[in-house]
C-alpha cells in the first residue's frame, strides 16, 4: 500500500497503516481546541445567565459552577495540552496519542457533561466522573518522566493531584460532606495553576526572548537569588493563602511576592520585543501576575474588592498566557513559522481590553459595573473565537512540513 499523497481530512500524511486521526496525534491537538471551545462557550453561557437569571435549583450555584469549569474546564484543558505537549520534548519520550489520547479527551468532556447543571446526573457520579481526569491525566505523564528520571519535572505530578485535592473540596461541599469546601478548593486550585506558570514562565519566556531577540544582541538578564524568592514566595501563598484567614500578614506576603514577579519580569526586558506580537503577548501575559498580586493584597491591606486581584490573575495573567501559548505552540508543533496573523493579534488585543474591563468593574461606580460585565464578556468571546477561526484548522490539518505529529 502507498502513503496518501494529500492531506486526507482528518488524517495525517504518513504511512497508510497509521490511520489515526491528526486531532489525536498529540497532545496539544484535542486539548488546545477545546480550551479555546470552552473559553469562549462558557463566557458567553455565563453572561446569559447574568442577563436572564435562568439557573436550575440544586446544590450548585451559578457563579460556584461558573468558578469551578473556567478552573476545570478551560485552565485545565490548556494546562493538559501543554504537559502532554512538553514532557516528551523534557524526556525524549513519544506522546501520547492515538487510543489513549481520544480515551483522555473523552473523560475530560465527560466531566464537563457531568457537572453541566441540566445534565441530570446525579451528583455522586457527576463528581466521580469529573474527579477522574487529572489523576488520569497523571498516569498518562508519570510513565515518561519516571522513566526519564527527570525528577525536577515530576513535581508536575505533586501539582496535579493538588489540583485533585482542590477539585475534591469542592465537591465534597456539593455533596453536602463539608460546610465550606467551595472557597479553599478554588483558591487552592488557581494557586496551583499560579505555581505552575511560575514555573513554566520562568523557563519559556527568558528561552523564546533569547531566541527571539537574540540576534539583535539582547541578553536575558535572571538573578539566582530572584528565583529563589519568586519560588519560595509564591509556593507559600499558595500553601497558605486557602486556609489562613485574610488580614495583613497575607497582605504583606502578596506584596512580596508581587516585587518578586516584578523584578524578575524587568530582567526579561520585554519592552524589546515589541515588535513580535508573538513574544510581546507572553511578557504582557506575566505583567499580569505582579498586577493581580498587589490587588490582591489591596484587598487585605486596604479592602478595596477581591474581585479586582481574582480577575486580574485569571481573565488577566492566566488567559493571556494561555492563549500566547496555546497560539505559539499550536504554529510551532504544526511545522508552521512563529508569527502571529492580524486575527491572533487582534485576540491578544481583544482579551486584554476583557480582562482590564473586568479587573477594573468592581472598582467602577455601581452604574458603570454592568456596562464594564458586558464589554469584558463580550470582548472574551470575540478573543477567543477569533482564536478558534485562526487555530482550529491548524490543530485538525497535518502538519505543513509532512513530518509526523
Known sequence: MTAPTTSSPGFAAGPARDR????????FRPFFLLSGIAACGLIAAWVAVLITGAWPAGPVGAAAWHGHEMLFGTIVAAVAGFLLTAVPSWTGTTALSGAPLAGLTVLWLAGRFAVFPWSGVPQPLAALVDLAFLPALGVALARPLLAAGKLRNSAFLVLLALLTLANLLIHLE?????????????T??????????????????????????????????????VERVVLASTLLLVLAEPFVPGGAALGLLMLAAALAHAVRLAGWQGWRAWRSPILWVLHLGYLWIPAGLTLKALHHLADIPAAAGLHALTAGAF????????????????????????????????????ALAR????????????????????AWVAAFALYLVAYAPVLLRPRADGRPG
Open 20 to 27: 489515526t486521526p491528526v486531532l489525536f496525534r498529540y497532545g
Open 359 to 378: 479587573t477594573a468593574s468592581p472598582l467602577l461606580p455601581v452604574e458603570w459595573l454592568w456596562p464594564a460585565l458586558q464589554g469584558a464578556g463580550l
Open 319 to 354: 488567559a493571556t498566557l494561555i492563549l500566547a501559548v496555546m497560539s505559539r505552540a499550536s504554529l510551532g508543533h504544526t511545522g508552521r513559522p512563529l508569527v502571529a496573523s492580524s486575527v491572533t493579534v487582534a485576540a491578544y488585543l481583544l482579551l486584554t481590553v476583557a
Open 188 to 225: 487552592l486550585g488557581l494557586g496551583i495553576v499560579l505555581m505552575m506558570v511560575t514555573v513554566i514562565g520562568g523557563r519559556i519566556l527568558p528561552a523564546f526572548t533569547r531566541n527571539g531577540l537574540g540576534a539583535q544582541g539582547h541578553r536575558v538578564r535572571s538573578w539566582p537569588w
Open 174 to 186: 456539593w455533596l453536602g460532606v463539608v460546610a465550606d469546601g467551595i472557597q479553599p478548593g478554588v
